[in-house]
């Protein structure tokens, strides 16, 4: 595509058009998943309706046929994040499940007393997982926090490494603030230190170019359904050296060399972590996905999210009472919001009313809202399908809620 046309992007979205309460649907709840474009969803139905059979396990056709789409899949994220090999590249549910198998796994070369770095700004999934292994270990968690504006104490950081530090865990892009972390410069401070970091992308990879090798992760994750692909899948980038040292994550089928009962094998990278059958359908819809964005190009979609960032916060501000949560230079399109004293749940519910699709509530971020001293808040996310239209339609209801609840 030469020029951005967001009205011929929005014509692959059927989501778009639906009413609610009789008004046009503005949907901005991107952060929490994306909507689909055509092409991903024709994707999924071409898997069911003509590929769909087990994967690297048959010898017929059907069976390679969806064995090709799945490693097809495999080589195109691999490209798409630049690593280094496919061995690299382990498909999971989600972000949540590639945490998790990181935590679970390379936990075990923790020792009591070990150390773990993350921020005030992580989302559960990358907070959770941690503590589940400090209760298998007594290890403890150091926490980085954040200034006014919602950027990373960077000095504290550097100042929270000790010779116990094992292991560093921090988002790219905050689902709360939007801050977008300056992850190379945080993961070459933990390798002077020798500490691995893992980057949980969920906020990051739909908006802006990742390239695992240039800013060095030893760990990546991300989810397909932030990135306008399908439910049920994401990504879980691991440096070969660090993924052949971690034992399997669960076991089960695919993932093994040779069973006995006295002796088992597992499988070589990537498989020796995907246990069990893989949503192989989704697998190959996130190529489609990948594809999507390729093809609209990823930069251009960032400079129009900004955009409608730039407007919307302008628009905001002019409204009284509005407190913006999140106000770092380098911002995702995402806007977390209270206005005077009114309750978050009040305020979304009456924008839904009104066709609009935001989220309320702690965003998952409980250790961040407890930082800011608030319960939660409003967060309107924008994707690259919402206009500068919809922002006013947005603040137009803004101004009608203050009025009806006076
Ligand atoms: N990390 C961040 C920053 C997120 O925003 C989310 C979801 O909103 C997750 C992790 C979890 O992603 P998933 O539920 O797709 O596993």
């Known amino acids: 595509m030469t020029q951005y046309d967001v009205n011929a992007l929005r014509q692959e979205y059927p989501i778009l058009e639906r009413e609610i309460y009789g008004k046009k649907l503005v949907y901005f709840d991107n952060t929490a998943t994306s909507q689909t474009p055509r092409c991903v969803v024709e994707a999924i139905e071409n898997m069911y309706y003509t590929k769909k059979a087990n994967v690297h396990r048959g010898v017929h056709t059907l069976s390679q046929e969806a064995t090709d789409m799945q490693e097809m899949t495999r080589e195109r994220v691999r490209q798409f994040i630049n690593a280094m090999s496919t061995q690299e590249i382990i498909f999971t549910r989600g972000t949540t499940e590639a945490i998790n198998l990181v935590a679970s796994s390379f936990g075990n070369f923790l020792e009591n007393d070990d150390e773990i770095i993350v921020t005030v700004m992580e989302h559960h999934a990358n907070i959770v997982p941690w503590q589940l292994l400090a209760q298998r270990k007594r290890i403890h968690l150091r926490v980085v926090p954040i200034d006014a504006n919602g950027n990373l104490n960077i000095d504290a950081y550097c100042r929270l490494f000790s010779e116990r530090t094992r292991f560093v865990s921090i988002c790219h892009v905050s689902n709360v603030l939007g801050t977008v972390n300056p992850i190379k410069e945080l993961i070459a401070e933990a390798h002077k230190h020798q500490v691995p970091v893992l980057i949980d992308g969920a906020q990051a990879i739909s908006h802006m170019r990742v390239d695992v090798q240039d800013i060095d992760a030893d760990f990546y994750a991300f989810s397909a359904h932030k990135m306008y692909g399908p439910t049920g899948v994401g990504v879980l980038y691991g440096k070969k050296h660090w993924l052949e040292m971690m034992?399997?994550?669960?076991?089960?089928?695919?993932?093994?060399?040779?069973?006995?009962?006295?002796?088992?094998?597992?499988?070589?990278?990537?498989?020796?972590?995907?246990?069990?059958?893989?949503?192989?359908?989704?697998?190959?819809?996130?190529?489609?996905?990948?594809?999507?964005?390729?093809?609209?190009?990823?930069?251009?979609?960032?400079?129009?999210?900004?955009?409608?960032?730039?407007?919307?916060?302008?628009?905001?501000?002019?409204?009284?009472?509005?407190?913006?949560?999140?106000?770092?230079?380098?911002?995702?399109?995402?806007?977390?919001?209270?206005?005077?004293?009114?309750?978050?749940?009040?305020?979304?519910?009456?924008?839904?009313?009104?066709?609009?699709?935001?989220?309320?509530?702690?965003h998952c971020a409980q250790p961040l809202m407890t930082s800011l001293g608030i319960e939660g808040t409003v967060r309107a996310s924008f994707a690259l399908y919402n206009t500068r239209e919809e922002i006013d339609t947005f603040i137009a209801a803004l101004r009608r809620i203050l009025t009806i609840l006076g």
């Open 247 to 362: 034992p399997p994550y669960q076991g089960g089928g695919e993932m093994i060399g040779h069973v006995g009962f006295d002796k088992t094998t597992f499988a070589e990278l990537p498989f020796k972590f995907e246990a069990g059958t893989p949503d192989f359908v989704g697998i190959a819809a996130l190529r489609e996905a990948i594809d999507y964005i390729e093809r609209i190009g990823i930069e251009q979609i960032a400079a129009h999210e900004h955009e409608l960032l730039e407007y919307a916060t302008s628009q905001m501000m002019e409204i009284p009472g509005m407190r913006i949560f999140g106000t770092a230079k380098n911002k995702c399109a995402l806007i977390s919001f209270l206005i005077g004293n009114e309750h978050h749940y009040d305020i979304g519910m009456l924008l839904d009313k009104l066709g609009i699709a935001v989220r309320t509530g702690h």
